[in-house]
């Protein structure tokens, strides 16, 4: 064991992050991920002055001590201004009678722009071998405090923090999603309202919402929980009043001790001293060391547990509480050669799991780029046709959590039990990135309910990346719209040209098949051609005659998109967008949605027959028998007739009943032609097989 003595003198020239030219800086110390030392704040400078005296037990010398440095705002997320770590092991070893210090220069680099100049730290550092009992040398620390008490010093045994294995409990993710009837503070009747939070001393807030009382934030942060027992989360809305300070609208808490953990729950809660509600989406992850599920005890490997919920989805409980559709376990087991986000070329990788406003968290690996969660998650599948989220980030407390890579898996094209190595992917999940993860799924569920709940409106996700202009997104959507229409053109000019016999022999044909249709119809004759329809493509599939082909247009979109992207940004960096631009923005943005919702309508239609998703598929053919046989034995004015009375009394019947149309709610779970390339899983590399990891274990 060492003892290592440090003297934080002073900074120069350090950035400035104030609006004002300067900054409110504070300097943090860390040994292997954990904070050990915080400084005071000096106040508007750039060139502080802090004399401040840490005194600290490192077991080796291994892992190198980093030099974080903050900007202090209050109320809000400190800016990061530079970063910077001190080998120990270059470090010079006194004797315990001699002390000799070593000044030392630290250089302050921000890893994503590297060739910014943000000044320096100056350190006073002496290290010396410490033996003896660990009580023997508390006392002498404690002594030492005594002796210096000008200086704040603060000590920590790393043995005791890697026994502990996290500073923090858990993690309590909260979605602020909606605000509903608020008090007016404004003379115009309405309010600019924003939200704070404070769990101990970390604080968030939220975006400013102008003119309104119904504000729709759908907004995420992240606490650490500290304490075994939870804690209470304050909450305080406030109308945000230009030029004045701002008006108190109300106040509430979460009391996390009674909720459970690993779980999303869903809070509606009444302001107090104020107006209306606030509506809320709280997760509790537990950490490593508390966490109520692990790969040692697995619910689905248990027979008995395992054979309560077979029984809980089987064919005979259909009526059954129709909105708990399944039941989904996915084990994040670990992953191997992730992106190195630090300057050290390691990375402190955690995973994110969710399904669709479920969001749960696994702990966090410390310097590590082949980490190990061993993590099991459960959770209730409400539809089938949801889109299972492993997103894989690098742990920053101070600044928001770097990408590393990310998975998007469907739940139909899940193999139960089978431990699978997934490629991860980019943001726009559109090619790969580095590493891979080791995950193994289970989803259990009855498929009339998943049948049923198909036909009615999706579930809203309420944190979703939000629509920005881009010239290269725009180009590809209108693409896509252009091919859906040239379908259309095509199948015109095709039979025009039976019209004017180019072809005599398909004129002919296409004349006599003309009135043998028109002579015979019947309009149970409609499914039933888009009934063979899918069979046709479905022995084309069975058969080895794949008749799905991938766009090649879609295909270079998607390669060139995020290199297209990134130039847009520089772009408008170097431009800049104007208060007349807003306008013309919104309306772009607009049009792209518009095409984008119109090509994907059509691609859903034409996967549909592709059997893009089986399942979907199969539910069709069932859905177009019950047509044919309906409209081939009851006449069409009773189908109308009944038609038409459903829909006069629904509102009656039915008054909060929400309007739908089931061939829509249908074809939203078919995925379009850009869903089918984000789900599609990529090929992992030999060497990541799990056999031949065991092989080499053995080998």
């Given at each position: ?52 005296k840490?005194?600290i ?99 920590l ?33 309405l ?86 509600h ?27 547990e ?5 029984k ?11 909105k ?13 050669g ?83 190595a ?38 809203q ?14 180009l ?13 053109v ?143 034995f ?18 009656l ?47």
């Amino acid at each position: 064991m060492y003892q290592l003595d440090i003297t934080l003198r002073r900074g120069q020239s350090l950035a400035a992050r104030d609006r004002g030219g300067t900054s409110d800086p504070y300097v943090k110390f860390k040994i292997g991920g954990k904070e050990i030392f915080r400084s005071k704040i000096i106040y508007k400078n750039l060139n502080p002055v802090w004399e401040e005296k840490a005194c600290i037990l490192v077991d080796h010398l291994r892992e190198p001590l980093y030099v974080k440095v903050f900007d202090y705002d209050f109320g809000l997320q400190d800016d990061f201004m530079g970063s910077a770590f001190l080998d120990l092991t270059q470090l010079e070893l006194n004797s315990i009678l001699y002390y000799r210090p070593m000044d030392v220069t630290l250089t302050l680099k921000d890893p994503h722009y590297p060739d910014h100049d943000l000044g320096v730290i100056l350190l006073s550092v002496v290290l010396t071998p410490k033996e003896g009992e660990h009580k023997d040398v508390t006392m002498l620390m404690r002594k030492s405090w005594k002796r210096s008490s000008k200086f704040q010093t603060q000590s920590l045994r790393l043995s005791d923090v890697h026994r502990k294995s996290h500073l923090w409990r858990g993690i309590v993710s909260i979605t602020l999603i909606e605000g509903r009837d608020l008090k007016a503070m404004d003379s115009n009747g309405l309010s600019d309202p924003y939200v704070k939070f404070r769990l101990g001393h970390q604080k968030y807030k939220s975006k400013i919402m102008p003119k309104t009382l119904n504000p729709q934030w759908r907004e995420q942060f992240d606490f650490h929980l500290y304490e075994e027992r939870g804690g209470i989360i304050d909450i305080t809305a406030w109308d945000k009043d230009a030029g004045k300070r701002d008006d108190f609208i109300g106040r509430c808490q979460v009391d996390l001790s009674a909720l459970s953990r690993e779980q999303t729950h869903k809070l509606e809660l009444q302001l107090e001293e104020g107006e209306g509600h606030l509506v809320l989406l709280v997760t509790l992850t537990a950490s490593a060391t508390v966490s109520i599920s692990d790969l040692s005890v697995n619910s689905l490997e248990d027979q008995k547990e395992r054979e309560e919920i077979l029984k809980r989805y089987s064919p005979l409980r259909i009526f059954h509480n129709l909105k708990d559709v399944g039941f989904l376990q996915v084990k994040v087991i670990r992953a191997e050669g992730l992106m190195a986000a630090d300057v050290t070329g390691k990375s402190d990788p955690f995973c994110v799991v969710e399904l669709n406003n479920d969001r749960l968290l696994t702990h966090t690996v410390y310097k590590n780029l082949n980490p190990d969660w061993n993590k099991v998650f459960t959770f209730n599948i409400k539809d089938i046709h949801s889109v299972l989220e492993v997103t894989v980030y690098d742990e920053d407390r101070d600044r928001s959590a770097d990408f590393l890579g990310k998975v998007a898996i469907p739940l139909l094209s899940i193999q139960n039990g089978e431990q699978k190595a997934y490629v991860l992917k980019n943001k726009q999940l559109t090619g790969p990135t580095k590493g891979v993860i080791y995950l193994e799924i289970d989803v259990i569920f009855n498929a009339v309910k998943a049948s049923l709940r198909t036909l009615i409106p999706k579930e809203q996700k309420y944190i979703e990346e939000e629509n920005r202009l881009s010239k290269q997104l725009l180009l590809r959507n209108f693409i896509r719209t252009k091919r859906c229409v040239m379908v259309l053109v095509n199948a015109a000019y095709y039979v025009n040209s039976c019209f004017d016999w180019d072809s005599p022999p398909r004129s002919l044909a296409a004349f006599v098949l003309f009135l043998f249709v028109v002579w015979n119809f019947e309009l149970y004759m409609i499914p039933l051609v888009l009934l063979l329809l899918l069979t046709w493509n479905y022995f084309l599939i069975i058969s080895g005659k794949d008749n799905r082909q991938r766009d090649t247009v879609v295909e270079d979109m998607l390669e060139d998109e995020e290199e297209e992207d990134d130039k847009d940004d520089k772009d408008s960096e170097k431009k800049g967008f104007i208060n007349k631009i807003y306008a013309i923005q919104e309306v772009c943005i607009s049009v792209q949605n518009i095409l984008d919702e119109v090509a994907s309508f059509g691609e859903r239609i034409k996967n549909t027959f592709n059997w893009t998703v089986p399942f979907l598929s199969w539910l069709a053919i069932v859905a177009l028998c019950m047509f044919t046989v309906i409209l081939y034995f009851i006449p069409l004015r009773y189908i109308v007739l009944v038609w038409g009375i459903n829909k006069f009394t629904k509102k009656l019947r039915c008054p909060y009943a929400i309007d739908n149309n089931e061939l829509l709610d249908f074809l939203s779970r078919v995925p379009s032609d850009i869903q089918v390339v984000q789900y599609q899983e990529l090929k992992p590399d030999p060497s990541h097989s799990p056999c031949k990891r065991k092989k080499n274990n053995l080998g």
